[in-house]
């Protein structure tokens, strides 16, 4: 792979990455518990993009175009893994105590359950299987090794995915630092909530074209 091509790779995988979604949403409400415990959800769903692209070069991105029943499933699963996260955010906004440094905290979750929550979030959307289905034959060379040529790109995205994750975080915190009214805490989490359920509504409403 040509170094002009993969400089064509990187800029869409930066356009994209920072541009908001499901993932950045966690990354986000999950950085009053630190930043070490938010970037514990971005390498989940390091972890979630790398297998979604995986599977979309063995051929699951085109079996996803063609059977309306593998497409929905997968569809209406991430849609209500969203909605639940949502809810969940929503119910706990306020019962958490502030940190020492007067940052919002969600109830606190161990790191496990904050790299599930991520890694849940790349398996279940079905969008970004696809995605990668479209991207990738635009980029890799046929008359080229193709095994290099796919860690290369994956590496390439998953670096811009943490690297936007990691800018977000640092807004939220410093944001989340301003905010010390627990009404204005709590507003914030609930508006949070309900960006993710709004998200998962949207997404019931995707169609495979």
Do not use: D
Request: proline share 4%; with cysteine.
């Amino acid at each position: 792979m040509s170094f002009a091509i993969w400089l064509s790779f990187l800029s869409i995988s930066l356009i994209t990455a920072f541009s908001p979604g499901p993932a950045i949403l966690l990354a986000m409400s999950n950085a009053s518990q630190g930043a070490g415990k938010a970037m514990l959800s971005s390498t989940g769903n390091a972890l979630g993009i790398f297998l979604v692209s995986g599977a979309a070069m063995i051929g699951l991105g085109a079996s996803l175009r063609t059977s309306l029943l593998l497409f929905t499933v997968l569809k209406i699963a991430g849609a209500l893994y969203l909605i639940y996260l949502g809810v969940k955010q929503w119910r706990g906004a306020g019962k958490a105590a502030p940190t020492t440094s007067q940052q919002p905290a969600r109830p606190t979750a161990s790191a496990r359950q904050l790299f599930r929550e991520g890694l849940l979030v790349a398996l279940t959307n079905p969008k970004s299987i696809i995605f990668f289905t479209a991207l990738f034959p635009q980029f890799i060379q046929t008359n080229a090794p193709i095994v290099p040529q796919f860690f290369v790109l994956t590496f390439t995205f998953v670096g811009c995915s943490l690297l936007s994750h990691a800018t977000f975080v640092f807004i939220a915190r410093r944001a989340s630092a301003r905010l010390t009214a627990g009404k204005k805490l709590r507003a914030l989490q609930r508006a949070s909530g309900a960006l993710f359920m709004s998200l998962g509504v949207a997404l019931l409403a995707v169609k495979r074209s």
